[in-house]
């Protein structure tokens, strides 16, 4: 089997040192092309603006043949065809790469199992979306250069959020203190807080925490809201009185879409800890890094 990337642990501590090295190099210089000829098929069952363009725009500086199919262009959405037998077809179309979004947890998993190539979750259900977490923790670093011993708290809609899922995983095994803060109904329980501290008063956090990442309600997870969206709000939006609580270095990040109203009002727009463009920045060249590390290897 070829090497995929479906969640962070596919990824030693060292391979991830590297993909950062690698970021930062692409981010100084553009790469050649690396990915020459190599043909990327982007399969998104399930709407992206940020993770989809930036996909894109990573195969397409490094020179890939790019194919993008919507749910509808799919034949196994449609016509009964199997996974296993959709991926037969495109390896016998010489496909070497597979980005897949879906709203199924392990979907990808399932491809990179029948496929004769490389497969890269971008995003599967409420599992993981590893390339955001990648993303996340290389933005953490440039900001504070050693992690371990930094809190980070995770707030809002944890239980139904993949990307709290996969950046907690990464940041937990780098020594960060994770909090997970939210209200009980969008808390994980049991193995799946996977080592961090669980709040549910965000106010009791603002002042220790070195990172906020704030998270959108993830409103088609779920059938009925568990609590008005007023009580949500008075309780862990942050907003100008919030935010003036947080130390003189703390950060603010959000994966996006963020909810204007919902987990934050404009004031964290214009707060001059928002790194909110600095992660979609820094996705583009991380994604570069796993797409070449994948087909490549390591050099
Ligand atoms: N864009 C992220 C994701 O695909 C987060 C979100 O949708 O709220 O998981």
């Known amino acids: 089997m070829r090497r995929s990337l479906i969640d962070l642990d596919d990824l030693s501590a060292h391979e991830i040192e590297y993909l950062f090295e690698r970021t930062t190099a ?86 990179a199992m029948a496929f004769d190539g490389h497969v890269v979750n971008a995003g599967d259900g409420a599992h993981a979306h590893p390339t955001q977490a990648l993303l996340d923790i290389f933005t953490l670093r440039e900001e ?37 803060v939210g209200p009980e109904c969008f808390l994980p329980t049991g193995h799946a807080i996977a080592g961090a501290r669980i709040e549910r008063d965000l106010d009791a956090v603002l002042e220790h925490a070195h990172a906020l990442i704030l998270l959108r309600i993830q409103r088609e997870r779920f059938e009925t809201m568990p609590l008005t969206d007023a009580e949500y709000v008075a309780s862990y939006r942050l907003d100008h009185a919030r935010l003036s609580r947080l130390r003189p270095q703390t950060i603010v990040m959000h994966p996006g879409p963020y909810n ?40």
């Open 26 to 111: 692409f981010e100084r210089k553009a790469p050649s092309r690396l990915l020459d000829g190599v043909a990327c098929v982007n399969m998104f069952f399930e709407q992206s603006t940020r993770t989809y363009t930036s996909f894109n725009l990573a195969e397409l500086r490094l020179g890939a043949q790019v194919v993008n199919l919507a749910p509808k262009d799919l034949s196994l959405a449609t016509k009964g065809e199997t996974v296993e037998d959709t991926v037969i077809t495109l390896a016998a179309m010489g496909v070497q790469v597979l980005v897949v979004r879906h709203p199924e947890a392990g979907f990808p998993k399932r491809l």
């Open 144 to 180: 504070f250069n050693e992690l371990r011993g930094l809190t980070v708290a995770i707030v809002g809609d944890v239980l139904h959020s993949r990307v709290a899922h996969s950046t907690m995983l990464g940041l937990i095994g780098l020594g960060v203190d994770v909090v997970l």
């Open 260 to 299: 204007r109203g919902m987990e934050l009002d404009d004031s964290v727009l214009e707060f001059a800890g928002w790194r909110y463009a600095r992660q979609v920045m820094h996705g583009v060249y991380v994604r570069m890094a796993v797409l070449d590390f994948l087909v490549n290897g390591q050099r």
